[in-house]
């Protein structure tokens, strides 16, 4: 399927590359197809993907994988939430986090308290709450990004 982005311009993706959201995700209850996309310079090293909409194309929220910016990162959630994406296991589990990056960059942050889980197995993908207040909303990356880089 043929797709015009915002981000990186007109790009085919495979149908089996689609994820769907059954429920939307956050604040976009409509947009139910996706596929993660990241820069192809950076392979799968990538820290920084894009989950983009089929349904907005102008839509691509940028996501990471928690573990990058806090290793302990661990929440706990009810299955009954999960139902929704099928049979997860640790193979075919991805959990993403979003990332907000403001002008001043500075002040780039994830939210750990809406994590999006993706079965990669069945493409399904939803995205829950988790009560947990050790889980802010807005979660400072920008020195742990900068200390990972240096240290790399």
Same mark, same amino acid.
């Given at each position: 399927? #043929? *797709? !015009?982005? =915002?981000?990186?311009?007109? *790009?085919?993706?495979?149908?089996?590359? *689609?994820?769907? %959201?059954?429920?939307?995700? +956050?604040?976009?209850? @409509?947009? #139910? =197809?996706? /596929?993660?996309?990241?820069?192809?310079?950076?392979?799968?090293? $990538?820290?920084?993907? %894009?989950?983009?909409? %089929? @349904?907005?194309? $102008?839509? $691509?929220?940028?996501?990471?994988?928690?573990?990058?910016?806090?290793?302990?990162?661990?929440?706990?959630?009810?299955?009954?939430?999960?139902?929704?994406?099928?049979?997860?296991?640790?193979?075919?589990?991805?959990?993403?986090?979003?990332?907000?990056?403001?002008?001043?960059?500075? #002040?780039?942050?994830?939210?750990?308290?809406?994590? +999006?889980?993706?079965? /990669?197995?069945?493409? !399904?993908?939803?995205?829950?709450?988790?009560?947990?207040?050790?889980?802010?909303? #807005? %979660?400072? *990356?920008?020195?742990?990004?900068?200390?990972?880089?240096?240290?790399?």
């Amino acid at each position: 399927m #043929k *797709i !015009k982005t =915002r981000i990186f311009g007109e *790009i085919e993706i495979a149908d089996e590359k *689609i994820i769907t %959201f059954e429920n939307g995700i +956050i604040g976009f209850p @409509d947009l #139910k =197809r996706f /596929a993660l996309l990241h820069d192809e310079d950076q392979g799968d090293e $990538a820290g920084i993907r %894009f989950l983009q909409s %089929f @349904d907005e194309p $102008a839509f $691509a929220m940028p996501v990471m994988e928690p573990l990058i910016v806090k290793p302990d990162y661990d929440p706990e959630v009810e299955d009954e939430l999960l139902a929704c994406v099928g049979n997860l296991t640790q193979d075919n589990l991805i959990v993403l986090v979003t990332v907000t990056v403001p002008s001043d960059l500075t #002040k780039m942050s994830v939210n750990l308290q809406g994590p +999006i889980i993706i079965n /990669a197995e069945e493409k !399904k993908g939803c995205q829950l709450i988790v009560e947990n207040s050790d889980y802010p909303v #807005k %979660f400072p *990356i920008y020195d742990i990004l900068q200390s990972r880089k240096g240290g790399e």
